[in-house]
């Protein structure tokens, strides 16, 4: 019953570090999206992909990089870390909207 | 662009009946979402309304005006447990694997 799995939970990061946050589903939903959300704000899309080896930009994604290898897995890159990325980041995965969320990975840029 | 409105936050009485509003100016429509996020958790999915009109779902109902650019969550018999963020989400006409949100209603329930 494991649904979406996001790792880690929590993390520092100083400017300029870069990290992967990983995502995977284990429903065998094409659809997957990766979101931010900022304290007292709705979600905003950075990357999505609709099946292996397809991704695509979404409203904000400067400063990230995504890959789809396998149904199961959407990792989500942070290279060069800046404060502005300091958010709760979710995973999300759907048929194709977005049904089930990951608990969310809260990134702190210091 | 999607331009998505909804009040910041309500309060009610346990028991009652709560509507929650959400207007919505886009280039383009395709659905219309509602979610359900516990302070500190992930949003869960509640509702879909795609035509005009009212869906039902237990205690929960979702309306959609599509003319009007407007949707509405009504929660029935409201429970403690329905304190909780409420988001609205737009899917984009253009193109379909594209969702926007809300800015969410945080709805405070008292005994």
């Known amino acids: 019953n494991a649904g979406v799995t996001q790792t880690p939970k929590f993390r520092i990061l100083k400017i300029g570090q870069s990290m992967t946050l990983q995502c995977a589903q284990d429903?065998?939903?094409?659809?997957m999206y990766w979101y931010r959300q900022d304290p007292g704000m709705g979600l905003k899309l950075i990357y999505y992909?609709?099946?292996?080896?397809?991704?695509d930009k979404g409203e904000v994604p400067n400063g990230y990089n995504v890959s789809r290898s396998t149904t199961e897995d959407f990792p989500l890159r942070l290279e060069l870390a800046a404060p502005s990325q300091t958010s709760v980041y979710f995973c999300?995965?759907?048929?194709?909207?977005?049904?089930?969320f990951g608990d969310g990975t809260r990134l702190s840029i210091l | 662009g999607q331009n998505i409105d909804q009040p910041t936050e309500m309060t009610a009485t346990e028991g009652a009946i709560v509507q929650i509003n959400c207007t919505y100016q886009?280039?383009?429509?395709?659905?219309l979402f509602w979610y359900q996020q516990h302070a500190g958790e992930a949003p869960t999915f509640l509702s879909y309304?795609?035509?005009?009109g009212l869906e039902e779902k237990g205690r929960f109902s979702s309306f959609l005006s599509r003319s009007k650019g407007y949707s509405y969550l009504l929660l029935k018999e409201l429970q403690m447990k329905d304190s909780a963020s409420y988001l609205c989400?737009?899917?984009?006409?253009?193109?379909?694997?594209?969702?926007?949100f809300g800015s969410g209603t945080k709805l405070n329930v008292k005994p």
């Open positions: 989400a737009v899917r984009d006409q253009g193109n379909f694997n594209k969702f926007y």
């Open positions: 309304n795609v035509l005009d």
């Open positions: 886009t280039s383009g429509f395709n659905g």
């Open positions: 999300a995965s759907g048929v194709p909207q977005p049904q089930h």
């Open positions: 429903m065998n939903h094409n659809y």
């Open positions: 992909s609709v099946g292996a080896g397809i991704t």
